[in-house]
């Protein structure tokens, strides 16, 4: 697990990897809840509504690590910076 977290480029891949599927079921998620629902069955549409609730938090957890990602690169180069001066 260190090893993922460890490395900012494999986070930040990981991060878009999330905030795309966030987006993704979201969007499938309002469509199939809010404007198909006349035509699917009670599990399709409980999915559709279970899809609104987890694409978001896939959205918010992707942005998290984005930041984390980005802050570890940062911190990177400036202790870079300092060893060259």
Request: hydrophobic share 50%; charged share 10%.
């Amino acid at each position: 697990m260190t090893s993922l977290f460890g490395n900012p480029q494999r986070l930040l891949q990981l991060s878009h990897l999330f905030l795309w599927t966030g987006l993704v079921q979201l969007l499938l998620g309002v469509v199939g809840a809010y404007y198909l629902e006349a035509h699917l069955g009670l599990m399709l549409l409980v999915g559709a509504h279970g899809l609104s609730i987890l694409g978001p938090t896939l959205i918010k957890l992707g942005y998290v690590m984005r930041l984390t990602a980005q802050y570890q690169m940062r911190k990177e180069q400036r202790e870079l910076a300092c060893a060259i001066a």
